[in-house]
Nanobody, 121 residues
Framework: QVQVVESGGGLVQPGGSLRLACAPS????????MGWYRQAPGKQRELVAD???????NYADSVKGRFVISRDNAKNTVYLQMNSLKPEDTAVYYC???????????????WGQGTQVTVSS
């Protein structure tokens, strides 16, 4: 069973940085897009950033200029570099992987278990 593995969460002070990483545990599909979402208690899940296989990126307005999403196609890994972190960034961050099974048109939509990011002094 393919799993999405996330890493990099933790506790940081305001103004600090963290880098999240995410990759599927197997390569039975080609990745069409990868992204990061976050959800704080009592709030809706929101898109933070995503990136397509061609390199096109999208960011939430709240993180533009502070976060950078990137990917390594050879490793099927996506990264989220988070800089100038604010307390408002505190949330569980979830990795999302969308792809197409090899030699088919069947789609997959996978989610990681989430990694906690806490920004506090």
């Amino acid at each position: 069973q393919v799993q999405v593995v996330e890493s990099g969460g933790g506790l940081v002070q305001p103004g600090g940085s963290l880098r999240l990483a995410c990759a599927p545990s197997a390569s039975i599909f080609s990745i069409d897009a990868m992204g990061w979402y976050r959800q704080a208690p009592g709030k809706q899940r929101e898109l933070v950033a995503d990136i397509t296989s061609s390199g096109s990126t999208n960011y939430a307005d709240s993180v533009k200029g502070r976060f950078v999403i990137s990917r390594d196609n050879a490793k099927n890994t996506v990264y989220l570099q988070m800089n100038s972190l604010k307390p408002e960034d505190t949330a569980v961050y979830y990795c999302n992987v969308r792809g197409t099974k090899y030699f088919t048109t069947s789609k997959v939509d996978l989610w990681g278990q989430g990694t906690q990011v806490t920004v506090s002094s």
